[in-house]
């Protein structure tokens, strides 16, 4: 597969990533951690459907290291794990903020992957999409309060955790993309426990909120990992790094688009810079 194509792959995911918002208000009131349990079997129970189908089936997962699979689902479960925390120990606006790093995280991490030029106009481009973003996700976070430390870690770990788990999937490269099914069915029995360990069980209270939960399965939390998977290993990791930026912003788009939040003049400005430094990356990208 060219790189051109990864790289378009890889943005589809931040793609659907811009829906994740509209389709968890839609599941409303199931829990996070309930919501994760039922979203990734979907995701999962697809992609084993996939591997079923495909060629070799179940021995296209044959030989592959405990470390790729230690990274994927540690990857996958970890990061909403620790993003869940946060939201739940810090006020969202600061914890999604901090959490909202992983973009710039992936860009200057992946200077130190093999064959990878991370350049100036990178840093500079994903500095300038990050403040974009930093408008909408952190728009109320006027101040940091020590008494909420606990989450602001939890924030920066999830960051962190994503932003490694991409990272060194271009590390892993040898590893098919089916395994990623197996990350999912892992994550919802990961899920699954701290559910029954912190939540109480809500089911959805409509057909929307079961459609809800479906579609995320099928789209942010399923179809987006597979192919984010795809544009990590042989794609232009530093500009999917920086478009990453484009989600909370389309997110937004989409919220005010069907009503669910008033449309605001940051919106405008968030565009300009999130775009701008996701130009700047193609073009340090084009010159490499």
Excluded at 179 to 203: Q, R
Excluded at 255 to 270: D, E, K, P, R, S
Aim: some cysteine.
């Amino acid at each position: 597969m060219s790189r051109a194509r990864a790289t378009l792959l890889g943005f589809g995911a931040i793609l659907l990533w811009s829906l994740l918002a509209m389709l968890t208000v839609a599941s409303t009131p199931v829990p996070p951690f309930q919501l994760s349990t039922m979203a990734f079997a979907v995701g999962g129970g697809i992609g084993l459907i996939w591997v079923i189908r495909s060629d070799k089936g179940f021995e296209v997962l044959h030989g592959v290291r405990w470390p790729v699979w230690l990274l994927g689902v540690g990857g996958i479960f970890g990061y909403h794990f620790f993003y869940f925390t946060a939201l739940r120990l810090a006020p969202p606006a600061q914890a999604g903020l901090i959490a909202y790093l992983w973009p710039l995280l992936i860009v200057l991490l992946s200077g130190l992957l093999p064959g990878e030029h991370l350049k100036r106009q990178h840093i500079v481009g994903a500095l300038v999409a990050f403040g974009g973003a930093a408008l909408i996700v952190g728009t109320g976070a006027t101040g940091f309060s020590a008494t909420n430390w606990l989450g602001y870690g939890a924030a920066l770990v999830c960051a962190f955790i994503w932003s490694g788990y991409s990272v060194l999937s271009r590390r892993a490269g040898d590893a098919p993309t089916e395994t990623v099914a197996v990350f999912c069915l892992a994550a919802a029995a990961l899920s699954l426990v701290a559910h029954l360990g912190l939540e109480k069980t809500v089911w959805p209270d409509s057909n929307r909120g079961w459609l809800a939960i479906g579609a995320l399965g099928l789209g942010p939390v399923g179809l987006a990992f597979y192919i984010w998977d795809i544009g990590m290993k042989k794609g232009d990791i530093q500009f999917l790094g920086i478009a990453s930026y484009a989600a909370p912003l389309l997110s937004t788009l989409i919220l005010v688009a069907t009503g669910m939040t008033a449309a605001n003049w940051t919106l405008l400005l968030a565009a300009v810079l999130v775009t701008g430094g996701a130009g700047l990356a193609a073009r340090a990208g084009s010159q490499t």
